[in-house]
Nanobody, 124 residues
Framework: EVQLVESGGGSVEAGGSRRLPCAAS????????MGWFRQTPGQDREGVAT???????LYAESVRGRFAISRDSASNGVFLEMASLKPEDSSRYYC???????????????????WGQGTQVTVS
């Protein structure tokens, strides 16, 4: 059974940093598309970052240069390193996974079939 468990959420001051781990089980994460999305109440879920099995990275324009996604071999998961946080980054962050079909892993919610429960990040 595929499971994704996010952690690391909490409150952080504007300009600060936070690291969000996502632990994966039930599959070999480095062979799959892995991604981070975020959603605030009343808004659509937004793609934040993805990583492909070949290491290709994609970022939303709003976070490029501030956020970084990387794989964590210890937990068979991924990290989302967030820096220079802004109040508008406040959201619930979700880890997502899907079988790799070649090419890039795009920031498209419908491309991902497996989701964690999310972790809340509040920037003030």
């Amino acid at each position: 059974e595929v499971q994704l468990v996010e952690s690391g959420g909490g409150s952080v001051e504007a300009g600060g940093s936070r690291r969000l781990p996502c632990a994966a089980s039930g599959f070999t994460a480095n062979r799959w598309c892995m991604g981070w999305f975020r959603q605030t109440p009343g808004q659509d879920r937004e793609g934040v970052a993805t990583i492909s099995p070949d290491g290709s990275l994609l970022y939303a324009e709003s976070v490029r240069g501030r956020f970084a996604i990387s794989r964590d071999s210890a937990s068979n998961g991924v990290f989302l390193e967030m820096a220079s946080l802004k109040p508008e980054d406040s959201s619930r962050y979700y880890c997502a996974a899907n079988l790799y079909r070649g090419g890039n892993c795009f920031l498209v919610e419908d491309d991902f079939n497996y989701w964690g429960q999310g972790t809340q990040v509040t920037v003030s």
